[in-house]
């Protein structure tokens, strides 16, 4: 049956409808409100597991689903789940807003859904648009001063100019294929390989990804948009917007499988001034979010590096790294937001005590943060050392080495909130935390831990999708 | 032996902070578990069979050649046997500890779980966690329960070591992947003969990532910060087993897989190996800080061990390992007569504490028994070892060799004089109130006497064990 093929994005369409009904109401209900939404997201998440093993194509060979992107819908719904479980208290947005907020949020998760699904050019840029319009929407929703605004506009001229960059980069591939069709192109792109015009456009189509994944040069968003939106707002971007981009990016990426030099070599470019960028200048960052945003533009030239392998072990690395970095960078955030309990902006210095405050967001953070930083046994460090290794295998030496280097480069100011949440001390009353936020604090170190040593039954999955892509 | 101290955590993790005697019995037991299973693959391996004894072996990850290898061999079972003393006296010692008992004892055995692991494995990748998983809970040891400057000294710490790590992941990926095997196992991956440019990269890369642990100079600075600030116990067990990790990946990766950049880089290992032993003599001399005294002359005694495996001869690698064995328990008594000591008096001044034999005369003894051995005074494990070595370095780098010695001599006259200004002279009233040491607080350090002594008697039952595994190591060469 097709129909149910397109299961999972038509559940999520229905989400988006009785959202916006619930938006309609003219008195605010914002605990009934959530109540909805995170029900609903729930029995998503289900809804994708259930549709893991679909095969199949639709719409007139557009849009295919496979293991690939039902993996990454799964991570999606889990994203957007996740998300929910933390948005019970919204202080940073106004309380009529609240089910806009959701709706938005579906919307987003339904366009990366279909996103990660599609295989024709213009099909992925329909819905990268639907899903950019929705977090364009969602990044001012903040209350309060202006930074608010800022962020927002800052983030949609980025999108839109780095939306232009991939529009001329498609017209580029089109007219030189004659076809949108990946499949299509894939089979026309090795008699282009004399031409620059392939390796051109290639790479500006990529840009609409860079910019989501913020990888250098289209990062410049990130520390104000994350700085300025609502706490739950920067972590679904943080989150599950990376993943899908990263999804893409490799769609993307192995059309220029048999570019060879010139077009790897942009990469590894792009990727090294990513990590070192990121990872210089967030050590002055006082704010966490910014310093998460730096620490967001490091990671991205971490995940390009298995990007720009262009074979099996190596795209099967950056899914696990993908994967790996929603946990981890959601467990860091969940922190933020538990911290910062009124929806303020929190500077690093301000974690203080939290290990009086309470023991076990501690906990979570202390393993969020190595994780991030590629500490062992946590999955950054498992992930990172696999993405190292495909590189290396690649005979990419010298990408390694920097990458390695950057390793200890970040953990200077990883260390520093280590420290601020663990060894000063500050008189502040302790975090209550509710049974269900305790159990999720636990089933993210569970899973932060587990997956770090007992990588095997991820990395098999990834595998598995990278076949079906290459 | 792995799993004790992982099990101990796990119940630790349950157990609530009140309950400071059961978490410090639980503490005890897996280390005691670890340390009774450590001597038994200490004495059970059989050296008419050489080779690696007490295999497990599964896969791991497939995508990229990775299995869970672990097994014991003449060239680590002495290095295990130290782990399981020193974790087993750290706990001993640090038996009055007030402060977050619970979270002490759990990073203290993660910490001992990297070790334990390092030591066993042979597959690289683990290696790798291990080696990782033992210096991260350092940072945290050190800041949370240190004393002098630790804030400065675990960010350092912390930061040379991952800087070395750095330079450990493109050197053993690049073994990796020019391999052509798609495997992490260390004994295929040493029958590979790589190119001879590809081992004087990696090699490099190698020794000088897992040197910065073996504080090898000029990489050697955090080492005596890294002692001084951490607690009594995290300074034995990070100058007596961790900093013995570093010159242990040396052997067992860098030397092991690369054979050729090992006898290309050769003499510059040497090389800084004896200016190594000389800086740290010399500018021990100097300090007045108990444990900065003792924190140099680690860096002198490592650099010892790094000239002993420098030579690539039999005698020159089983000193080697030997001295890695001795000095682990000697420092591990030093770090801990001081700790006790610093404890009741609160200084480690030598010239505040003189005359201190006259009010504490056991623990006073037990910090003149590690500074003979220090020595290297005849009837003590490390007089064999250091002999060793330096017969060996002398017939390869005689230049070099003979430096060493001229800088031990003077050592043994720095320790001496350390003993003499610290306990021979007036007493400090200020002091006359403190008991002296407990038996039960005594128990650790007896071990640790018991254990230099024997081995200093019978070094036989060492060097026969090591023997089994380094007389194979040198014809892989």
């Not at chain 1, 050590?283 to 979010?289: A, N, S, T, V």
């Not at chain 2, 990297?114 to 809970?137: K, N, Q, R, T």
Request: glycine residues 8%.
């Amino acid at each position: 049956m097709s129909v149910l093929q397109f299961g999972v994005e038509l559940y999520y369409l229905v989400m988006a409808l009785v959202l916006f009904f619930l938006t309609l109401r003219r008195e605010p209900q914002a605990a009934q409100d959530h109540r909805i939404a995170f029900t609903l997201s729930t029995v998503g998440v289900v809804v994708a597991l259930l549709c893991l093993t679909q095969q199949g194509e639709l719409f007139f060979r557009s849009y295919r689903v496979d293991l690939f992107s039902q993996i990454f819908k799964l991570a999606l719904a889990l994203g957007l789940f996740l998300v929910l479980a933390i948005s019970r208290n919204l202080p940073s947005i106004e309380e009529r807003n609240h089910a806009e907020f959701y709706l938005f949020l579906t919307t987003c998760t339904v366009g990366m859904m279909m996103l990660v699904s599609a295989v024709e050019l213009l099909t992925i840029y329909v819905a990268l648009e639907l899903s950019s319009y929705s977090l364009y929407i969602l990044v001012p929703l903040r209350r309060g001063d202006d930074i608010d605004v800022e962020a927002g506009v800052k983030y949609l001229f980025f999108g839109a100019v780095s939306s232009c960059f991939m529009l001329f980069g498609l017209s580029y591939i089109f007219g030189a294929t004659h076809s949108t069709y990946l499949s299509d192109i894939m089979a026309r792109m090795p008699e282009l390989v004399a031409s620059p015009i392939g390796v051109v456009g290639l790479i500006l189509a990529m840009a609409g990804f860079f910019f989501k994944l913020s990888i250098f040069p289209f990062h410049f968003w990130a520390p104000d948009v994350y700085q300025g939106g609502a706490h739950q707002v920067v972590t679904f971007i943080a989150t599950a917007s990376k993943a899908a981009a990263v999804a893409l990016l490799i769609r993307l990426a192995v059309l220029g499988a048999q570019y060879g030099y010139h077009f790897t070599q942009i990469l590894v470019f792009l990727s090294i001034i990513s990590m070192t960028l990121g990872n210089l200048v967030a050590i002055i960052q006082k704010d966490f979010k910014r310093m998460l945003a730096y620490s967001s533009i490091a990671h991205a030239g971490y995940v390009l590096i298995g990007i720009l392998t262009l074979q099996e072990t190596g795209l099967a690395s950056s899914i696990y790294y993908a994967l790996a970095y929603l946990v981890m960078n959601f467990t860091v955030f969940m922190v933020l937001t538990q911290v910062a309990q009124d929806g303020r902006d929190l500077k690093i210095a301000e974690l203080a005590g939290l290990y009086h405050r309470s023991p076990l967001l501690s906990m979570s953070l202390i393993l969020g943060i190595f994780a991030l930083a590629g500490v062992p046994p946590s999955i950054g460090f498992t992930g990172k050392l696999f993405l190292f290794t495909s590189a290396m295998n690649q005979g990419y030496f010298w990408l390694v080495l920097i990458g390695a280097v950057n390793g200890t480069l970040s953990l200077y100011f990883y260390l520093r909130v280590v420290y601020a949440a663990y060894f000063v001390d500050a008189k502040l009353p302790p975090i209550y935390l509710s049974p269900p936020m305790r159990a999720l604090n636990y089933a993210l170190c569970a899973t932060i831990l587990y997956f770090g040593v007992a990588p095997n039954s991820i990395m098999e999955l990834a595998r598995a999708a990278v076949r079906a892509v290459l | 032996m792995l799993l004790s101290p992982v099990v101990g955590i796990a119940i630790l993790l349950c157990l609530k902070e009140e309950q400071r005697f059961l978490i410090r019995a639980v503490a005890l037991v897996a280390a005691g578990i670890s340390f009774a299973l450590s001597i038994y693959t200490f004495a059970g391996y059989d050296k008419q069979l050489g080779g690696i004894q007490f295999v497990e072996k599964y896969p791991w990850v497939e995508a990229f050649g990775i299995s869970y290898f672990v097994g014991v061999e003449g060239m680590n079972a002495p290095l295990l046997l130290l782990t399981g003393i020193v974790i087993f006296t750290g706990v001993l010692t640090m038996w009055e500890l007030q402060t977050r008992v619970k979270e002490y004892f759990i990073f203290q055995l993660a910490l001992v779980t990297g070790v334990f692991g390092v030591f066993m494995s042979y597959d690289l990748f683990f290696f790798f966690l291990f080696y990782e998983i033992a210096v991260v809970p350092m940072y945290v040891l050190i800041l949370v329960w240190g004393s002098t400057r630790r804030i400065y000294a675990a960010m350092k710490l912390t930061l040379y070591l991952m800087a070395g790590s750095g330079l450990i992941i493109p050197g053993m990926l690049l073994l990796y992947s020019s391999s052509g095997l798609f495997t992490f196992d260390m004994l295929k991956l040493h029958g590979v003969p790589f190119s001879p440019w590809i081992q004087n990269i990696a090699f490099v890369l190698l020794f000088l990532g897992f040197g910065v642990l073996a504080a090898v100079w000029p990489f050697h600075t955090w080492s005596p910060v890294g002692h001084v600030a951490a607690p009594t116990a995290v300074s034995m067990l990070h100058a007596g087993v961790l900093m013995k990790l570093g010159s242990f990946a040396i052997l067992r990766v860098a030397m092991y897989l690369c054979p050729l950049g090992f006898q290309y880089w050769a003499q510059f290992m040497a090389l800084l190996a004896a200016i190594g032993i000389v800086y740290g003599v010399f500018v021990g001399l100097a300090q007045t800080d108990l444990k900065y005294v003792i924190g140099y002359s680690s860096v002198s005694h490592m650099g010892i061990v790094s000239l002993g495996l420098a030579t690539g001869t039999v005698d020159g690698l089983n000193g080697a390992v030997f001295q890695m064995f001795a000095h682990g328990v000697m420092t591990a008594l030093f770090f801990s007569a001081v700790g006790f000591i610093y404890d009741r008096t609160h200084t480690r001044e030598i010239h505040e504490l003189g005359g201190f034999s006259r009010i504490m005369p056991v623990a006073s003894a037990f910090f003149i028994t590690a500074a003979l051995c220090g020595a290297g005074v005849p009837g003590m494990a490390s007089f064999w070892a250091e002999l060793l070595v330096m017969v060996a370095a002398v017939k390869v780098f005689p230049l070099r060799g003979l430096l060493a010695i001229a800088a031990l001599v003077v050592g043994a006259l720095f320790a001496l004089r350390v003993v003499q200004t610290t306990f021979y002279n007036e007493p400090n009233p200020k002091f006359e109130h403190f008991e002296d040491v407990s038996p039960f607080l005594g128990l650790p350090r007896m071990i640790l006497i018991g254990f230099l002594v024997f081995f200093g008697i019978f070094p036989q039952y060492m060097l026969g064990l090591i023997k089994t595994s380094i007389v194979p190591f040198i014809q892989g060469l």
